[in-house]
Antibody, heavy 122, light 108 residues
């Protein structure tokens, strides 16, 4: 069974940093692109960024709203995905989801974690 | 950057057909994916590549995509279909995934 479990959310002051983790199981983690998507309270889905797989050189791509402030990485030995967030702003308050891009399905996000809440407030 | 436009809300009576649109510039040449999100839950993929159903999604759900509009159609709507629905495409020019603003489907 495919599982994605996020952790690391919490409350942080503006300007602070936070590192989110996503533990993957039930599939060959190394073969998939992985994404972070966030959802501010009462708002829609916003793509944060993604990291490609080893075959595609672990290339990362980021939304303009977070570029330069976040870094996505992965550890194949731990089957884990990470989101390092720096210089946090109140607008970064959201539930953060990790999601898997599926194979042979035009890269749609076929599995999602349950999300972890990040609150940026003074 | 590429923009996807969805109606904020759609209402439908049980047993009827709901259509949720997703507008974008020449969206017909892109692969459109659709997600369902119920309150307090993570999104679930319901349509990929314009028209394809993931396993476990009922055949009452279908998709189409042509010109400047993609459409998610749910036939014989049930109370359990009440949720927010989001369309998504890959914008190759900005190298970004783009989501529509979401449509709340209300079953009357």
């Amino acid at each position: 069974e495919v599982q994605l479990v996020e952790s690391g959310g919490g409350s942080v002051q503006p300007g602070g940093s936070l590192r989110l983790s996503c533990a993957a199981s039930g599939f060959t983690f190394s073969g998939h692109y992985m994404d972070w998507v966030r959802q501010a309270p009462g708002k829609g889905l916003e793509w944060v960024g993604r990291i490609r797989n080893k075959a595609n050189n672990y290339i990362t791509e980021y939304a303009a709203s977070v570029k330069g402030r976040v870094t996505i990485s992965r550890d194949e030995s731990r089957n884990s995905l990470y989101l390092q967030m720096n210089g946090l702003k109140t607008d970064d308050t959201a539930v953060y989801y990790c999601a898997r891009e599926g194979l042979n399905i035009a890269m749609a996000l076929d599995y999602w974690g349950q999300g972890t809440l990040v609150t940026v407030s003074s | 950057s590429y923009v996807l436009t969805q109606p904020p809300s759609v209402s439908v009576a049980p047993g009827k057909t709901a259509s949720i649109t997703c507008g974008g510039d020449n969206i017909g040449i892109k692969n459109v994916h659709w997600y369902q999100q119920k309150p307090g839950q993570a999104p679930v993929l319901v349509i990929y590549h314009d028209t394809d159903l993931p396993s476990g999604i009922p055949e009452r759900v279908s998709g189409s995509n042509s010109g400047s509009t993609a459409t998610l159609t749910i036939r014989r709507v049930e109370a359990g279909d009440e949720a927010d629905y989001y369309c998504q495409v890959w914008d190759s020019s900005s190298v970004h995934w783009v989501f529509g603003g979401g449509t709340r489907l209300t079953v009357l």
